[in-house]
């Protein structure tokens, strides 16, 4: 049993370790990579860097990493919940951007 408390012990610390080096902003949120992202959203990597892509999701880059504030992803969800996403108007308009008709 003391063995089993000691592992505990050891867990919990290398836990603690790990959540203490993640990088915070001033205000206390969180910044998250695409793969923590992934696992948070429940997502696909590839389906975050498509919405990426698109200027759906919002996000910042550190030099060529994607990076995320779980503050403003939260925000972003909370809107897709409420339906306002995007308007009729700016879907139309991103089909246009994307869309290169020939003459």
């Excluded at 695409?34 to 590839?46: I, Q, T, Y």
Aim: with cysteine.
């Amino acid at each position: 049993m003391e063995s089993d408390i000691r592992e505990i012990k050891s867990l919990m610390i290398e836990l603690l370790e790990t959540v203490s080096k993640k990088p915070r902003l001033a205000g206390g949120g969180e910044i998250m990579s695409v793969k923590e992202l992934a696992d948070f959203l429940r997502l696909d990597v590839n389906t975050i860097y498509n919405k990426c892509a698109k200027g759906e999701m919002p996000h910042f880059r550190m030099g060529k990493l994607l990076k995320f504030k779980k503050s403003e992803i939260l925000d972003w969800v909370k809107g897709l919940e409420n339906g306002s996403d995007c308007s009729v108007d700016e879907y139309v308009t991103r089909y246009m951007q994307q869309k290169v008709f020939k003459s």
